[in-house]
């Protein structure tokens, strides 16, 4: 749901599976280079904020990557140039907000061809969810582990006219179900005919 927690959560994920030194080369995939950049790296939320200082990574803005003291190294891509894909290989991969790519499929047949270093590769996906085939596809696979959040449950986080209006704009509504909720919406507005009224 939006305002959960999804960007901090992939980046302390990150920075502990990092210090504990079980990655050293990931590739960091938001939508856009900018949206890599602005949202998951240097964010409120992104990889230097949840960083003490000791341990804080460089960012080599000109190179696109940070790297640790530890020697791990992460590259920024933008899901949207996905043929960027082709060559680099990882042992990690964090990507946000992958529900709302271009051309999702796509970079997940280049990104799975590059995720082939060391002994457990793991892609880490951060995204609130949309009914796209991709998506559908990983929520029914036995290799994905799922995590799910509310708008609702870090309420105490978010500003309460936030809330309020949110509420009061979205509350019981097909997207205030998506978006606040995190529910993956397959029935389609306006359908003739809607999966509960189908008997099996």
């Not at 938001?30 to 240097?42: A, C, F, K, Q, T």
């Not at 000791?54 to 530890?70: G, Q, T, V």
């Not at 791990?72 to 140039?81: E, V």
């Not at 929520?139 to 936030?162: C, E, H, K, M, W």
């Amino acid at each position: 749901g939006r305002g959960v927690g999804k960007t901090r959560t992939g980046a302390e994920t990150v920075r502990q599976w990092v210090k504990q030194g079980l990655y050293k080369r990931i590739a960091l995939i938001g939508r856009s280079l900018h949206e890599s950049r602005d949202i998951m790296v240097e964010g409120q939320s992104g990889l230097l904020a949840c960083h003490s200082l000791e341990e804080r990574p460089k960012f080599e803005a000109s190179k696109h990557r940070l790297a640790w003291p530890n020697g791990a190294i992460a590259s920024l891509f933008g899901g949207d140039n996905y043929e960027k894909l082709r060559g680099p290989q990882f042992d990690l991969v964090w990507i946000d907000e992958l529900a709302k790519f271009r051309h999702p499929q796509d970079l997940w047949n280049q990104l799975m061809l590059g995720l082939r270093l060391g002994d457990n590769p793991r892609c880490l996906i951060t995204t609130t969810p949309r009914p796209i085939p991709l998506i559908e596809s990983l929520l029914t696979s036995s290799d994905t582990v799922i995590t799910r959040g509310t708008t609702f449950d870090n309420q105490a986080n978010l500003a309460p006219a936030y809330m309020k209006q949110i509420i009061k704009q979205f509350e019981g509504t097909r997207l205030g179900a998506q978006e606040l909720y995190a529910e993956i919406l397959t029935e389609r507005q306006g359908a003739l005919w809607q999966r509960s009224m189908i008997r099996y």
